[in-house]
């Protein structure tokens, strides 16, 4: 973990000297300065992020102490500022505050107050820095800057999203799980005329009818039991723009309908509710499921299927483009490390050979679980092959038409117990990472009688 590093400034060499000791005790990284000009030159010949606090006087020999904390804040408006008082200048302190410093502490200060306010303003500057990551993650994700590929295979397919993306028609975009495919209808959205509205997003295997089509329709209050309050549902959420269907291939024989009639008089209604309302959305849908299958064998309709499918994205699973997987963990691994505070540089070269001879069953998404998890187990600059949590698959040889369906099935059931092993049998998580239901989950877990060590079921409890 890095260290905090904190910046000192008092004109008083012993409360540098106690200061310094004390934070070095608790092993903070410290720097000390006499006075605020010195400071201020740190700070700016410094870097963005070099510095987690400035414990400042407030009373300074060569400037005004609030003329130091303002330049300070212009410099690094984010850092969290302390400020030292005596007893008198209580004034001080608080017209500091006013100008952006976080706290304030008057001498003489028991060490376990002036610890307390560290960890405290410490403990904030965290939360904030993982807030603003998080929303640039949320603005990010979906957008073009987001995804990331060198393989030429998956440039058709991005060079295919902008091409398309420029018209209104509904998408359909297909591939395994784990392979991007909500990354990719956001990135749809995003380059079209609709991007100034909103994009939404729903798996539909993950909910049952009822609660999928209140969702999607909303409800007005008293439409059924527990209704107290009318709702919007996504369908009038995004209107005028993108909604996301994933998983579509699980809806029900009755959603289907209703789905077409939206889709066909761009209108609907609400549970509960007797009058339709009018709205304009652009339908990316997604699945893995083969489709044209599930409507001959009358599981899907055929109307719905051509009206989603306008044009069709067909995602190539990782392993088709290995080329791809280096810069994929470079980018998780960046993005766990500024989450967590690591300070990780890159893969030993046994490690990068590992994942890139690794067949990566759960695709992308497996991908980032395991750059999480050896971000976490890393103790050093450098991840290792011993963090992985994958085995090396030799090339298998081309499959027979009697084997074809077995080694699918052992790799299926291979990648749902390290998966779920992985988790500590959590079953939401696991689902999660392997990008099914629940309800699907638990049947393949009965389907290849996976168990717990001792023979009891993992299906029993997350």
Not at 275 to 290: E, G, L, M, Q, W
Not at 317 to 327: F, S
Not at 398 to 425: C, D, K, M, W, Y
Request: with cysteine.
């Amino acid at each position: 973990m890095l260290k905090a590093r904190i910046l000192i400034c008092d004109d008083e060499e012993g409360i540098r000297r106690y200061l310094q000791k004390l934070l070095q005790a608790k092993e903070y990284e410290v720097e000390t300065f006499g006075d605020g000009t010195t400071l201020l030159a740190r700070l700016e010949g410094g870097t963005d992020g070099d510095a987690d606090m400035l414990l400042q006087d407030v009373r300074m020999p060569d400037m005004d102490g609030i003329e130091v904390l303002q330049r300070a804040k212009k410099l690094r408006p984010t850092l969290p500022v302390v400020v030292m008082t005596a007893f008198g200048t209580i004034d001080s302190a608080v017209d500091a505050i006013k100008h952006g410093a976080y706290d304030y502490v008057t001498k003489p200060f028991p060490k376990e107050k002036i610890l307390g306010v560290i960890e405290n303003a410490l403990e904030l500057d965290l939360l904030l820095k993982e807030n603003r990551v998080l929303k640039e993650e949320l603005n990010r994700t979906d957008t073009p800057d987001n995804i990331i590929f060198t393989s030429d295979k998956f440039r058709a397919v991005y060079e295919l999203t902008l091409q398309v993306a420029a018209s209104d028609a509904n998408i359909l975009v297909l591939g395994e799980s784990g392979t991007g495919k909500e990354l990719i209808a956001g990135a749809v959205h995003y380059n079209s005329s609709r991007r100034g509205k909103r994009f939404l997003s729903i798996n539909c295997a993950a909910l049952s009818d009822t609660l999928l089509e209140s969702q999607l329709f909303g409800h007005v209050r008293g439409a059924f039991t527990g209704a107290i309050t009318t709702q919007k549902g996504l369908l009038e959420e995004a209107d005028g723009g993108t909604l996301f269907l994933d998983e579509i291939g699980d809806v029900s024989a009755a959603v289907q309908a209703k789905l077409l009639r939206v889709i066909q008089e761009r209108s609907f209604i609400p549970v509960g509710a007797t009058k339709p309302k009018s709205v304009d959305i652009r339908f990316v849908a997604a699945t893995n499921k083969d489709l044209e299958k599930e409507v001959r064998e009358g599981r899907f309709r055929e109307d719905l299927y051509y009206r989603l499918n306008v044009i069709t994205i067909d995602l190539p699973p990782l392993r088709e483009r290995p080329e791809d997987i280096e810069p994929l963990a470079e980018h998780f691994m960046r993005k766990y490390s500024r989450r967590i505070r690591k300070e990780i540089r890159g893969f030993s070269p046994e490690a990068l050979h590992e994942m890139q001879s690794y067949h990566w069953p759960g695709n992308v998404r497996e991908l980032e679980n395991v750059m999480e998890r050896a971000v976490i187990l890393t103790r050093g600059e450098t991840i290792t092959p011993e963090v992985l949590p994958i085995r090396r698959k030799e090339p298998a040889p081309a499959p027979t038409a009697e084997n074809r369906l077995i080694s699918l099935e052992v790799i299926e059931r291979e990648h749902i117990e390290r998966v779920l092993r992985q988790t500590g049998f959590h079953k939401s998580r696991s689902a999660e990472i392997l990008g099914i239901s629940r309800k699907t989950l638990d049947r393949k877990i009965a389907e290849y009688g996976l168990a717990l060590p001792g023979g009891a079921s993992p299906a029993l409890d997350d």
